[in-house]
């Protein structure tokens, strides 16, 4: 697969530790736009009214939207959509800081997580290059002593978002967190349950890869105009938002 499309996921199944790479249409991108979109077509299209959201069968997808790991204000956000163990139905979170913009620069959008890891397990993602490792050395461990770890060993450049005990124990109302102790969290529906009900203990991500970009010089002049124009208090005004 070669990075530079927008719609590069992957999809890791935790029990059979298989690691694929998965692309979606042009037609698809522009229907579902944007992290929730996508996720919610791939979480529809693969699980069901019978499916246990704690159980192996649910899907758990991060997803980025296509401005993601751009110079675009106010798009850094990272989605989590999957099916709820709170509720038993829809779940989406999301989550700012670090670890949205990572993942696009690691080289891809999103991931599509199946299947149950027989023991701890965590995914790192180093410019491209997958692993599934043991996480055994990070299960029980709260999710600041989790950053701290995963940085010490994947380098400062590195990002995590992981669950703690709670996560691990399955509460019901259990978040994934992320950028360590700056405590950015996916916080609605009990997603982190279900990283948890997968013997999943965090995603590292790391890279420098840009995201793809039309007209990259427009671009990026259009979005800073809209910094300063935010910075300076303006953006309300001009968009009609009273």
Not at 179 to 185: A, E, F, H, L, M
Not at 186 to 203: D, H, P, Q, Y
Request: glycine share 14%; charged share 25%.
């Amino acid at each position: 697969m070669q990075y530079g499309y927008m719609g590069n996921y992957l999809r890791i199944d935790l029990t059979e530790k298989k690691i694929l790479y998965q692309s979606f249409s042009d037609q698809t991108l522009r229907r579902y736009i944007g992290g929730t979109g996508l996720g919610t077509k791939i979480l529809y299209d693969e699980t069901g009214i019978e499916t246990d959201p704690l159980g192996p069968d649910n899907i758990l997808t991060i997803n980025t939207g296509p401005l993601v790991g751009t110079k675009a204000p106010n798009c850094g956000r990272y989605h989590v959509v999957t099916k709820s163990p709170l509720t038993g139905k829809y779940a989406e979170a999301n989550s700012g800081g670090r670890f949205g913009p990572a993942l696009k620069k690691s080289g891809y959008d999103g991931l599509i997580i199946t299947g149950k890891s027989d023991k701890p397990i965590y995914i790192s993602i180093d410019n491209g290059k997958v692993e599934l490792l043991d996480a055994g050395f990070l299960w029980g461990r709260d999710t600041y002593e989790v950053g701290d770890l995963l940085k010490e060993k994947h380098g400062k450049t590195s990002v995590c978002c992981c669950i703690g005990p709670a996560g691990e124990k399955l509460s019901r109302i259990a978040a994934i967190m992320n950028d360590g102790r700056d405590g950015r969290s996916a916080s609605r529906c009990g997603v982190g349950a279900v990283m948890g009900s997968k013997n999943l203990k965090a995603i590292v991500v790391k890279g420098n890869k840009e995201a793809p970009l039309y007209k990259k010089d427009e671009f990026n002049t259009f979005c800073k105009e809209w910094s300063k124009k935010i910075n300076d208090g303006l953006g309300k005004d001009l968009l009609g938002i009273y």
